[in-house]
């Protein structure tokens, strides 16, 4: 099942389509809840549970991580650029940046908590892992597709 699930991403993956300037988000989306449904070994009655506590969090954690690079391009931009950057505005920027950053720890501990009420610790070490392989992936098609001029 896993060398299946496996030989399907990767050929959808080599789809000109995927990574594309115009991703389609949604099918990325559901590439990575296969992978990590499989890599995870999601039995239907967890996963019910799993994928909205998931998907809550995830979402979540993507909103902080925007904010962050939002904040700090709109303070870079109005500087007119790095060099142009007072020390009073960079440490601005960093202070900001730190704030956010623990509030991405803060959710993930919130998001692990919630999690192991669902799945076991093994399957959460395991998720945290098939999230790193899934974006690897999913960035080393985008670079090959980039320098293949696609």
């Not at 902080?64 to 500087?79: D, N, Q, S, T, V």
């Amino acid at each position: 099942m896993k060398k299946l699930l496996f030989i399907a991403f990767l050929l959808f993956l080599t789809s000109s389509s995927v990574v594309s300037q115009k991703m389609n988000r949604q099918k990325i989306t559901m590439l990575k809840t296969a992978f990590i449904t499989d890599a995870i070994a999601l039995k239907p009655k967890e996963a019910e549970k799993f994928w909205p506590v998931y998907n809550q969090y995830s979402k979540q954690l993507q909103q902080l991580k925007f904010k962050i690079e939002g904040g700090k391009m709109r303070e870079i931009k109005a500087a007119g650029g790095t060099e142009n950057l007072s020390e009073a505005n960079a440490q601005e920027i960093i202070n900001q940046s730190l704030i956010f950053e623990k509030e991405i720890y803060e959710t993930k501990i919130k998001m692990v908590k919630e999690l192991s009420k669902i799945i076991s610790a093994q399957q959460i070490v395991k998720l945290q892992k098939a999230e790193r392989d899934f974006n690897k992936r999913i960035l080393q098609e985008y670079g090959k597709r980039k320098r293949m001029g696609q």
